[in-house]
């Protein structure tokens, strides 16, 4: 297995992570392997298997309001463990306090508003990619 | 003690600015003093030690000056000394250089030359019997006259060049015209010192020699000689020498420009002074010996008087200071006369042994000092002068400053204390209160204060008095104003009530922002990928279709048609269904089994391949499932945008819903289960964090009501057990027909109420809510509304299970 950088869109809408995936493959191609999570804790699970397979975590792009843990707690205890990956949030709506906080503790790069445009989520990603 | 107040005003202004300035000020001035002292001596000692320094260098430098001009004079004696000695051994060689000398005897009988022919004088002593050899010699001897001139008249400092023979013969330039009676009848050479003193016995290594100082019998004063020996073989024939006069010595020898105004003096190896410049004079108290009024003829060595001897001075202080100068070790000592203080040089020279003494005056030394010091006691005195003049006027000014300061505060407060008595006499409200024009802010605020005080006083006065009077019309005005309060109560009620609703919406709508915007995201995002999925798709079909072969394009369209058939799968199990296709197609070994197995994914196909493996082994399959997924897409994206589009209408017709206003409270025919469920629907957001939410339906009679007022209950019951639950736990919501009554069981699995606030949940603003977030009216707006339904409310409550019961009556449109 070839080992390639991975992309993780975690969100409680299916329809929103299929469109992700198909938004992003289309533009990076198979330049990275593509993983969605309904949520958090089924994210960690994907994380805990990439580690297995021991594969790079390049970016986490995560909705804010979830079931379960938040979208900022989320992506602050993923920058504890990969403070490489780069952090993105994309939500409909989400606290300024919940943002700020994301920026402090999680590193946040970017936080997209939905809805967002292709162009947005493409310039978010390559701004921190440095190919 | 008691003392007035501008005694103590001006008592504390001395001490608390004058005082403390004076003093230091004071002590500014004795440090400029001490610091100024300081400096003074400490450089008054760097200066002496610098002046010691420089004057040995130059006292060095000048002794060296001054033996080099003695060493030059002794030189010319050297010649002297050779030329006369080779007359003596060849007296046949001689010249006359000015023609035949005149020789006469005069009457003393004394044998001299008469014409002054521009050479040198000659005498004879009387003593000596003149023979023709004698004559002869007296005539030869001219021969030494050019020499002689030589020296006189191309030395300044000679004053005279001469030769004195054993038979007390003497010849010397320049011209003495009564050389007769200038010497005397019977000279003779042996007793002066300038003969003996080069003798045989005395001198006899033949050398130069330098006399001590003595008066000069040829008439020129105080001098001292440089003499050598003339021999003719080992006979003594005379004594030769040349005459410096002590006046020479001090003018054109000691006559140097030292620092300090310094003088140098010379003194002979027994002590004699044998040059003293004026200025040393005075401070010896002696008077130098140079030019003499003959009165007889001499006939010895006249030295100078002993006074003139340092170390037989008449001061035992002086002879104890030049002895130890002389003996000790250091050429420089602190010399002091009487009281004055000098440094003290000795330089030797070394050609004729004499000692240079350098004097300086010390206080010259510290002329620049003590100009300085004079400096700061003038600036010192100025500024103590202009001190006392500041301070009598800064004094001036403070008596003055005092006074009016005083008065200024004394004043409004003895008005004040008079009116306070007044006030006592008159307090029913006549007394006018003058003001007090202050400038003082305290005095100022004690004015208005006692005036808000007589006025509270007269007022109060006033009122009671009026009180009296009019209790009852009072007691009338009151019960009008506390009923105009009661409709104002209900104003604010009705108006809280409005807030809390506003409130409730408020916190909604920032949920459902999201919950509209996720849709419009994916519904954003699907048609993007419609538009890009259509190019790929329609280009690149016909020709790859073309390539293929016919049961391969059956194959890949039966693949397109299962994918397209709409089965959503969970993410996790999407990820399963990856491996095992991937490892599926690893086991064909088809190129990057990866990519494809993601691809189909991707595009939705979740069955087994098992069938297409021929297609898969197509070596163009990559391109082929590419063109596929961009079909497959279209109709997924579609599905997704349907979906989308769905979700967004069901939350905006519940907002709708919501916010349907019935002013006028109109009754109309409802579906409770209905109602219910679009308050659920805005509350969504919010229940699928981590609320397990059961519903329980029956079948129950639509009843008469308000639908936006029940919409009030449902949103104050949800909220709070939502908020009970921390928005993680079990929601059961419960409706069913009992008797005449539809009830609605809302039921949490929260923290439960506590026992002791249970009979107060109703109250109207009872909150547990922190400050801010609700106002405690929901529960008795909720009562409120079911009770205008003629319906009640009940709880059950107990930790980790809490039940709200809403009894509504199954009631007709014209019985509400």
Known sequence: MTKKSVILCVDDEVSILVSLREQLSDYFGDQYQYELAESPEEAWEVLNELQLEDKELAIVISDWLMPGTKGDEFLIAVNQKFPQALKLMLTGQASEEAVKRAQIEANLHTCLRKPWRIKELINAVESAIPN | ?816
């Open chain 2, 1 to 816: 003690m008691k003392k007035p107040l501008n005694k103590l005003i001006y008592r504390s202004y001395l001490s608390s600015s004058l005082i403390p300035v004076l003093t230091v000020e004071v002590l500014l001035l004795v440090l400029y003093f001490g610091i100024s002292t300081f400096i003074t001596s400490k450089t008054m000692n760097l200066l002496l030690e610098e002046a010691k320094e420089n004057l040995g260098e130059i006292s060095s430098r000048e002794a060296q000056k001054i033996d080099q001009e003695l060493h030059e004079i002794s030189t010319l004696a050297r010649y002297m000394q050779n030329e006369q000695q080779y007359f003596f051994t060849n007296p046949d060689v001689y010249i006359l250089p000015n023609g035949e000398p005149e020789f006469a005897v005069a009457a003393n009988g004394v044998f001299y030359k008469k014409n002054n022919n521009g050479g040198s004088s000659l005498y004879y002593s009387s003593r000596t019997r003149i023979t023709a050899k004698e004559h002869e010699k007296a005539r030869r001897t001219e021969t030494f006259d050019p020499l002689l001139k030589n020296i006189v008249t191309h030395n300044p400092k000679v004053v005279a060049a001469y030769f004195n023979s054993y038979d007390n013969m003497n010849r010397l330039y320049p011209f003495i015209p009564e050389v007769a009676n200038q010497y005397g009848e019977h000279i003779r050479m042996e007793d002066f010192n300038f003969y003996y003193e080069a003798d045989a016995s005395r001198n006899p290594t033949r050398q130069p020699v330098w006399t001590d100082a003595y008066l000069d019998p040829a008439g020129n004063g105080w001098m001292v000689s440089c003499i050598v020996p003339i021999y003719n073989g080992n006979f003594l024939e005379g004594v030769s020498g040349i005459d410096v006069t002590i006046a020479n010595i001090i003018d054109k020898i000691l006559k140097l420009d030292l620092p300090w105004q310094g003088n140098a003096f010379l003194v002979s190896n027994d002590g004699m002074i044998i040059a003293l410049p004026e200025k040393v004079e005075n401070y010896l108290n002696l008077k130098e010996l140079k030019s003499h009024v003959y009165h007889t003829h001499l006939t010895t060595t006249v030295p100078k008087p002993e006074e003139f001897n340092l170390l037989k001075n008449n001061d035992s202080a002086i002879v104890a200071q030049i002895r130890q100068l002389f003996t000790g070790k250091s050429s420089l000592i602190n010399f002091q006369i009487q009281e004055q203080e000098f440094l003290l040089q000795q330089e030797i020279i070394p050609s004729t042994q004499w000692r240079l003494l350098f004097l300086v005056d010390k206080d010259a030394i510290f002329i620049p000092i003590y100009q300085l010091k004079t400096l700061s006691i003038h600036i010192g005195i100025l500024v103590i002068i202009l001190m006392i003049l500041f301070y009598l006027a800064f004094f001036l000014y403070l008596v003055r400053k005092s006074a009016t300061f005083a008065e200024k505060i004394a004043e409004p407060i003895v008005k004040l204390t008079e009116m306070t008595s007044a006030v006592s006499d008159n307090i029913n409200g006549t007394l006018a209160i003058k003001s007090l024009n202050s400038q003082v802010i305290e005095v100022d605020q004690l004015e208005h204060n006692f005036r808000l005080m007589v006025t509270r006083l007269q007022d109060l006065f006033k009122s009671l008095r009026e009180a009296h009077d009019t209790l009852e019309h009072k007691v009338q005005e009151r019960t009008e104003a506390l009923s105009k309060a009661l409709e104002h109560l209900k104003t604010a009620q009705e108006e809280l009530v409005q807030s809390e609703k506003m409130a409730a919406l408020g916190q909604l709508v920032a949920g459902i922002a999201h919950e509209i915007n996720t849709p419009l995201g994916v519904i954003r995002a699907s048609i993007d990928n419609i538009k890009r999925g259509l190019n790929t798709s329609i280009y690149q079909l016909p020709s790859m279709l073309k390539m293929l072969p016919e049961n391969q394009q059956n194959s890949l369209f039966t693949l397109i048609e299962q994918a397209m058939q709409v089965k959503k799968l969970s993410t996790r199990e999407e990820r399963q269904l990856r491996k095992t296709l991937i490892a599926q197609l690893q086991t064909w070994e088809v190129a990057d089994a990866e990519q494809l197995g993601s691809t189909l994914i991707n595009m939705g196909f979740h069955v087994a391949i098992e069938p297409y493996k021929e297609l898969f082994l197509n070596t163009n399959i990559a391109n082929l499932l590419k063109v596929a997924h961009s079909l497959v897409r279209q109709q997924n994206n579609s599905n997704n945008i349907e979906l989308a589009v769905e979700k967004a209408s069901k939350i905006i017709f519940a907002l709708k819903t919501y916010a349907y206003f019935d002013h006028k409270g109109t009754v109309v025919e409802t579906d409770i289960v209905n109602n219910l469920e679009i308050v659920l629907t805005l509350y969504y957001n919010q229940l699928k964090q981590g609320i397990e939410l059961i519903k329980n339906y029956d079948n129950v009679p639509h009843i008469f009501c308000n639908p936006d007022e029940l919409n009030q209950v449902w949103v104050n019951l949800l909220h709070n057990a939502i908020h009970a639950m921390a928005t993680k736990g079990r929601l059961e919501l419960e409706v069913k027909q009992e008797g005449n009554y539809v009830v609605v069981y809302i039921t949490d699995s929260g923290h439960g109420i506590p026992p002791e606030i249970k009979t107060r949940i109703f109250e109207p603003f009872f909150t547990t809510k922190p400050l801010g977030e609700g106002n405690g009216l929901g529960l008795d707006i909720v009562r409120k509304i079911v009770e205008k339904h003629y319906g009640r409310i009940e709880f059950t409550s107990q930790p980790g299970r809490t039940t709200f019961m809403v009894f509504l009556p199954i009631t007709k449109g014209d019985e509400v």
